[in-house]
Nanobody
């Protein structure tokens, strides 16, 4: 099993930046891709970003492309999401995710093997 713990959520104004972090523990040697999903009230959980094991290959949802940057530190078993130019529509609970598949496949929610409990990001207008 792998445990994921997120941190860094909060309340910010539109246009601000925020960085989310996720620490993984347990059988991290079984994880290939890591990433982030989010869920807004009344909506389904959706893909935000994923990163390959080596950190060189990244994927982003169209809605965050160019504003969010994902990074990974395997030595520390952490993955981070730098979020710039935040918009009110970015308001959601953000979930750290880990999978035993490559980052491209992890874009499908069904391919995620482990979830964090989530951290709330609220962007005010």
């Amino acid at each position: 099993q792998v445990q994921l713990v997120e941190s860094g959520g909060g309340l910010v104004q539109a246009g601000a930046s925020l960085t989310l972090s996720c620490a993984a523990s347990g059988r991290t040697d079984t994880v290939i891709a890591m990433g982030w999903f989010r869920q807004s009230p009344g909506k389904e959980r959706e893909f935000v970003s994923s990163v390959s094991w080596g950190g060189r290959t990244t994927y982003y949802a169209d809605s965050v492309q160019g504003r969010f940057t994902i990074s990974r530190d395997n030595a520390k078993n952490t993955v981070s999401l730098q979020m710039n130019s935040l918009k009110p529509e970015d308001t959601a609970v953000y979930y750290c995710a880990a999978a035993k598949v490559v980052a491209q496949s992890m874009r499908k929610i069904s391919r995620v093997d482990y979830w964090g409990e989530g951290t709330l990001v609220t962007v005010s207008s």
